[in-house]
T-cell receptor, first 111, second 115 residues
Framework: GESVGLHLPTLSVQEGDNSIINCAYS??????FIWYKQESGKGPQFIID?????DKRQGQRVTVLLNKTVKHLSLQIAATQPGDSAVYFC??????????FGPGTRLSVLP | IAGITQAPTSQILAAGRRMTLRCTQD?????MYWYRQDLGLGLRLIHY???????GKGEVPDGYSVSRANTDDFPLTLASAVPSQTSVYFC??????????????FGAGSRLTVL
């Protein structure tokens, strides 16, 4: 389920299932996008990035999809594991140096 | 281990007091940044430095100051702390000149509570 307001949206998935986390961005001049993972009490960690001239990029168990028509970015995590539980947020980068971060989505992996 | 070191990890501070959050990186990155993170708002840029000797204002600079005397250190100072500055502060760095893309590397954060 999801919660709004001062609480982060939350995605709950069963261990072993695939997770899809979504992000809407605002600036059509954004030339680069990054997904970060933030575990409790830690700083954000780089997961995967994608340039604006691409629509898909794959990493280890993760895939990022970019739809520039509707300004939408998604992160897909295959075979979600307990260690994937964290807050995930996207960042759009425009003019090479300006970062805009989304508020994040909390991923909760259920046993 | 190469990376960013922030200190203190956590601090409770009385309103009106002066506080400096320390940040040191050993990756020889040219650019450094300070962000604050508040629930539901995402990371917001306070100040940045593209290279040693230069600094710039971000989205929420009021009440904060920075200096960049050398490549490795980028301290953030709250001259007179107020309760609205209660937040988690993250220092970050990037190798903007030499890398093909601008990827930020973050420290572990400093949790500041102003009473």
């Amino acid at each position: 389920g999801e919660s709004v307001g001062l609480h982060l949206p939350t995605l709950s998935v069963q261990e072993g299932d695939n997770s899809i986390i979504n992000c809407a961005y605002s600036n059509s001049a954004s030339d680069y996008f990054i997904w970060y993972k933030q575990e409790s009490g830690k700083g954000p960690q780089f997961i995967i990035d994608i340039r604006s001239n691409m629509d898909k990029r794959q990493g280890q168990r993760v895939t990022v999809l970019l739809n520039k028509t509707v300004k939408h970015l998604s992160l897909q995590i295959a075979a979600t594991q307990p260690g994937d539980s964290a807050v995930y947020f996207c960042a759009e980068i425009f003019y090479g140096q300006n970062f805009v971060f989304g508020p994040g989505t909390r991923l909760s992996v259920l046993p | 281990i190469a990376g960013i070191t922030q200190a203190p990890t956590s601090q409770i501070l009385a309103a009106g007091r002066r506080m400096t959050l320390r940040c040191t990186q050993d990756m020889r990155h040219n650019a450094m940044y300070w962000y604050r993170q508040d629930l539901g708002l995402g990371l917001r840029l306070i100040h940045y430095s593209n290279t040693a000797g230069t600094t710039g204002k971000g989205e929420v600079p009021d009440g904060y100051s920075v200096s960049r005397a050398n490549t490795d250190d980028f301290p953030l100072t709250l001259a007179s702390a107020v309760p609205s500055q209660t937040s988690v502060y993250f220092c970050a760095s990037s190798d903007r000149v030499n890398s093909g893309a601008n990827v930020l590397t973050f420290g572990a954060g400093s949790r500041l509570t102003v009473l």
